[in-house]
């Protein structure tokens, strides 16, 4: 009887355990197919100027009282990075940004973008060392692209047009934007759903 | 056994403090590394949760994952387990205050700097996440009725502390994607 006991006993354990781990890859699951269906790459979100449009034109006082124009024609494209002291994930991103930059060097201006208390944002930019970005404080300009989470990319091409935007959570995505502007897509979703690469699957 | 202590504190059977203690301090171990792992994220979670004078808020972000690391440690050994299982259940009641009160000010969308690189918003399923380990920390406190232990407590030990374990991952899973599928149902 004890015998018996002991056997169902471990039987149990052992069936619980493997629920367990069954419920577990059922989650990991699930999140590879949130995965699939929103940020892979820069998530583009549906909404505000559309990639390929005239970008909205702004003429904005940077925090250092220089003027900085955003959308306008230029010598070199623009990426205008919207961010916020309080967003963590925008912190781990500038590193990223500053190698980008110097990457890029004069092919490139990033124009850093926030709104709310200008004091805030200036402590934050001494911290970060974010002297020698141009950065502007407006609310009016994340409205117009819709930005409705961060951190948030937009890279506008010297003619002013949008060439891609989105979410950004990675280095990866960030160079999706690049790599997106450099195939002709809007994003990576689009270049997934693209039939050159249906074509190549068979 | 005496009198005394039995109505000062319930008396529990030996396997079941040992397996909350092993889950538990796993479960500590693993969320204190994860937030060693990247000091610089979780210092700034620390800063979004708005509680502390900027000055403090480095010195905060460094002693939590290393009282975290303490408390994993302390509740191994059977001699120690009493310390770790009331550091635990102190800092689990603190970190609970702090998204209890931020919840309260309506920050849900902060990062709760759980540890890891998924984001995890405030939520109250986070509050009772946290209320459960605080029972398994009672468990692993409480004073252990004697007993003879056999090779079969070891193994059910074994298995519930992974259970446990397993538990807590499993939850903090689902309450990544929870947010995910917010996310997902206001983008459309």
Redesign the interface.
Known sequence: MNEAL?AS??LL?LA??AL??A??AL??Q??IL?ER??PMGALM??SGPKVGEAAPAFELAGMDGAPVAIGAPAAASTLLFFLSP????C??LLPIIKSVRKAEGDRLCVVLASDGEASDHRAFRQRAGLDDFPYVLSAELGMRYQVS?LPYAVLIDPQGRIRAKGLINSREQFESLFAAQELGVASVQDYLAAPQLSKEAA | MNAATLIALPVIDPSIAHAAAAGLAAVMLTAALDKLREP??FR??V??YALLPAPLVPLAARALPLLELAAGLLLLPSATRAAGALLTLALLALVTGAVAINLRRGHDR??CGCGGDQ?MPLSPALLARNAVLMGVAVLAALPTAPRDMVW?DG??IA?AA??LF??F??TN??L??HS??I??RN?R
């Open positions: 002991i006993n471990m354990w619980v355990l367990l781990v419920v577990f989650a990991r699930i999140g949130y269906i929103a979100m549906d309080t967003c963590p994930v912190k781990k989470k | 610089e994220i700034d979670a800063e979004n902060i990062d984001h079969l193994i059910a298995f992974l259970f397993g538990l991952a499993l899973a689902l990544r994607h995910r599928l996310d997902l983008s």
